[in-house]
């Protein structure tokens, strides 16, 4: 049932849409054809295959917020712009790769080798993004507490701050913004080196995380929360282990890709 | 009549640090307590413990006047809790959605849910924020909508930690108003607060606390010597 509120596009509060009511198996299905079309060495089905990627990608249903949002949009095109001038000079790079061509020094072979891995790399992150993004979080707190169940009764407040992380991700975004304000007013960020950025940003990222998760699921517990009755993307189901097969199966893809 | 008995109640952290020493008290229904203290008195813990958050090290709560000790399980049905940062607790995705989340949690049907979580809002004058996403809300509003989707439970035991954290005194006064109006229709609420001279006029029981220790039990003018050497007034100044 959809609770009352504003009906946005990504809107995700369990309601159903044609995405929702595709079982994850034929997402996945999908998901694994296009990774096949891509090894069977297609290249000009990709980018078909990258536009219907694209709108699966902006069809899916994720609680995130939009600034979350917005940013994983902006992260989606900066990864496909140089994709998609991989993927526009693939022959050429294939053959020159397995010297067809005429012979290139060792240097350049190395280069088109490391970029047709790192294209190779972008385009099965992106498919697990995708994967991710047209999952719904209920599939995604099943992985989690799949992978905590050996911690036993830990293992499912592990999960539920699993939940809240991935559920109010959109405000460490406003936490991140208000400690980079702090570490500008004491001069920090000026003379920042990567380590100190780790140091300043990192670690205070991560107590506020924290801070903020603890605070929510002692509101979650005094608002009578159970796993049967709340709301579906605070629910923790059986384990879904078409879940834990797929993304295997997307994480060997990339193993054998190289 | 006692809501909750508090018996030689001690908390120790585990570094050697304790947080609450022997706490007995008693917090009667339909009562305005205020829980005083500075920054570290404990407050927010012993707030906790009354919530059923926290386990005590020793001591015990009771419900009413049985015997038997309080599980957490029974505190949480008790009381409800608004934070001193009202922003971390807000679950919804809206207002609205905010509220109904506890009341779809204790099985009400969806309608009832609504009409129960609209009759709240208007209660609160926040029916204008209902379809609002809590990121776009004032401090006040957050607070207000806090105390709304706690209230909405229909705790026996409201507390509030810091209310008046973040807000001006336009705020403060109209908080205060709205814990007089809940006070009045016969809740019970313990305010946590740091300084003596917030609370409202109708304040019926004062606790001092300080570092953990209970100074002072009573209405507030018996309670005023020991605040004042607690520096839980303000000073004069000129």
């Known amino acids: 049932m959809r609770p009352p509120g504003p009906r946005t596009l990504f809107y995700n509060s369990g309601q159903s849409s044609w995405l929702g009511r595709t079982d994850i198996r034929i997402r996945a299905a999908a998901l694994i054809l296009i990774q096949a079309a891509l090894w069977v060495g297609a290249p000009f089905i990709i980018p078909l295959l990258l536009i219907v990627v694209m709108v699966l990608y902006g069809s899916c249903r994720h609680p995130l917020g939009r600034t979350l949002r917005a940013l994983r949009f902006l992260i989606w095109l900066a990864l496909l712009i140089p994709m998609i001038s991989l993927l526009q000079h693939w022959d050429a790079y294939y053959q020159l790769a397995s010297q067809s061509l005429e012979l290139p020094s060792e240097a350049r072979l190395s280069l088109i080798r490391t970029s047709s891995y790192a294209g190779r790399l972008i385009l099965n992150a992106l498919l697990a993004n995708l994967f991710l993004g047209t999952a719904t979080s209920g599939e995604i707190i099943n992985g989690l507490e799949w992978l905590m169940r050996p911690l036993r009764r830990r293992g499912r407040a592990g999960a539920l701050a699993c939940t809240l992380a991935i559920t109010f991700a959109d405000r460490y975004l406003s936490a991140l913004r208000n400690i980079r304000a702090a570490l500008w007013c004491r001069r920090l960020v000026a003379r920042r080196t990567p380590l100190r950025a780790i140091h300043s940003y990192g670690f205070l990222l991560t107590r506020t995380i924290a801070i903020q998760i603890n605070t929510l699921a002692q509101s979650l517990y005094l608002r009578r929360f159970g796993n049967r009755r709340s709301l579906p993307h605070f629910q923790l189901r059986p384990t879904n282990w078409w879940m834990v097969i797929i993304s295997a199966l997307l994480l060997a893809l990339s193993l054998v890709s190289r | ?238």
Request: charged share 15%.
């Open chain 2, 1 to 238: 009549m006692p809501l909750l008995r508090l018996q030689a109640l001690s908390h120790d952290f585990g570094n050697g640090h304790r947080g609450l020493q022997d706490i007995s008290c008693t917090i009667d229904q339909g009562k305005l307590i205020a829980l005083v203290g500075q920054n570290g008195a404990g407050k927010s813990l012993l707030a906790q413990h009354l919530c059923g958050l926290q386990h005590p090290t020793s001591g015990a709560l009771y419900i009413e006047e049985s015997a038997q000790q309080a599980t957490p399980h029974e505190l949480r049905m008790l009381c409800g809790m608004v934070f001193q940062q009202a922003e971390h607790q807000i679950v919804g995705q809206s207002v609205i959605e905010d509220l109904l989340f506890g009341l779809r949690n204790i099985g009400m049907k969806a309608s009832a849910a609504q009409q129960c979580a609209q009759r709240q809002l208007e209660q609160l004058h926040i029916v204008h924020l209902r379809d609002r996403h809590p990121e776009s809300l004032s401090g006040g509003e957050l607070r207000r909508v806090a105390l709304a989707s706690m209230l909405v439970m229909r705790p026996r035991l409201l507390i509030l930690d810091e209310p008046y954290a973040h807000l001006d005194w336009n705020g403060i006064i109209d908080l205060q108003g709205i814990i007089e109006a809940l006070q009045r229709e016969g809740h019970t609420i313990l305010m946590l607060v740091h300084e003596l001279n917030k609370l409202p006029q109708s304040v019926t029981q004062v606790i001092i606390l300080h570092q953990g220790i209970k100074y002072a039990d009573g209405p507030l003018p018996e309670c005023q010597g020991v605040a004042h050497k607690l520096g839980l007034l303000p000073p004069k100044i000129g």
